[in-house]
C-alpha cells in the first residue's frame, strides 16, 4: 500500500501516520522530519532549508524530491509506505508518479485531513515537539507524564520555530496556495479519500482504517 497523507500542518497527518507505521509495519515518509534531522545533524541541506522553514515557506522542490527518492528505494519500503508532507507542490506529485511508474509501483489512496484554519491555530501553537523521535504532545490536549520530556525517548520537548504564530499564519497560506490543489489531482486519478479531521484522535485512528479498507 503506497498512501499519502495530505492536509494542512497540524491536521494530524504525522500523528496518524505513526500510529498506522505501528500498527501495519508501513514506515511514515516525513519529509519534514527529514529536514529537521539534516538541520540538526548540520548537514550542507539542513544549512540550506532551515532558512525555508523558519519562514514557513517551502524547501525548493528539487531538494525533497530528491530526498524521497533516495528514500523509497530502501528495503524497509518494498511492501508500501505512507507519505506525510509530501507531496506538497503539483511537480512534486508529478515527480513521484513518475519515480513510482518508473519502478511498476503507484499511489494507491490520497487521504484528505480537513480541518478549519482557526483549529490549525489552536493545535499548531500548542504543539511541542521531541526533536530526537519526532513525537508530538500538545500543551492542553496531549500533554507528556513528565513536563516538557518525551515519553518515548526521553529527550527535551521543543516548540518547532515554524510553530510561532506568525509563522503558522504564512504556512497556512502557502498551505492554500500550493498544497491545497493536490486534492483536484488525486480527485482527477479517483485516488482521493476526504476525512474529517476535527474528531478526536481514536476517530481519526477509525476514519484512517476505514479509508484505506
Ligand atoms: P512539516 O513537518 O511537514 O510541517 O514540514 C515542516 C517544513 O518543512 C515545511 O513548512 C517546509 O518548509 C518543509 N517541508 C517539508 N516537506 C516539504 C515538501 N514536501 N516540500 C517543500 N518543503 C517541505
Redesign the pocket.
Known sequence: MICIFLGP?GSGK?TQAKKLMDKRGWPQL????M?RSAISKGTQLGVAAKG??DR????P?DV?IGLIAERIQAADCSKGFILD?????IP?AEALDRMLGEAGRKVDWAVLFEIPDADLVRRLSGRRTCLNCGAMYHVDTLRPQKADVCDKCASKLVQRD?DRPEVIQK?LAVYHSQTAPLADYYRNQGKLKLLDATQGFDAVTEAVEKALR
Open positions: 500542518p504525522g516525513s519529509t519534514g522530519d529536514l525555508f522553514m514557513g515557506a517551502l524547501v522542490d525533497v508532507g509530501f507531496p506538497r507542490t512534486q515554524d504556512r
